[in-house]
């Protein structure tokens, strides 16, 4: 059963960059819908990127554009997610999601968080201004 951790969280100031790690341990992650969500205090859960490991495809959301990337290594069955221009409104709750391979690019494509079927413990990203 596959597991994912993330890690890379911290406080950062405005303008600051931050580059997260999603882990994979016991299995793989190269054909699968992988993604990043976030959730602030107080507010709901929200899609942040994903990629189709099976193809490199990534899918966006408002929350990216222009501003976040989404990578795999497959060498280190590991996703990044990297972070520029960090705002104090991008300060959350970061959690990595991974959807059993069955289901292919199809998460990433509705970016549903309940079409994810396996979740990490989240890492906190703090932007000050």
């Known amino acids: 059963q596959v597991q994912v951790a993330e890690s890379g969280g911290g406080s950062v100031q405005t303008g600051g960059s931050l580059r997260l790690s999603c882990a994979a341990s016991g299995g793989t992650v190269s054909n699968n819908s992988v993604a990043w969500f976030r959730q602030a205090p107080g507010k709901n859960r929200e899609p942040v990127l994903c990629?189709?490991?099976?193809?490199?495809?990534?899918y966006d959301r408002d929350a990216a554009k222009g501003r976040f990337t989404i990578v795999h290594d497959n060498a280190k069955s590991t996703v990044y997610l990297q972070m520029t221009s960090l705002k104090p409104e991008d300060t959350a709750m970061y959690s990595c999601?991974?959807?059993?391979?069955?289901?292919?690019?199809?998460?990433?494509?509705?970016?549903?968080?309940?079409?994810?079927?396996?979740w990490g413990q989240g890492t906190q990203v703090t932007v000050s201004s």
């Open positions: 990629i189709y490991t099976g193809d490199g495809s990534t």
């Open positions: 999601a991974v959807a059993e391979e069955r289901f292919k690019n199809y998460p990433c494509n509705i970016f549903w968080a309940a079409t994810f079927q396996i």
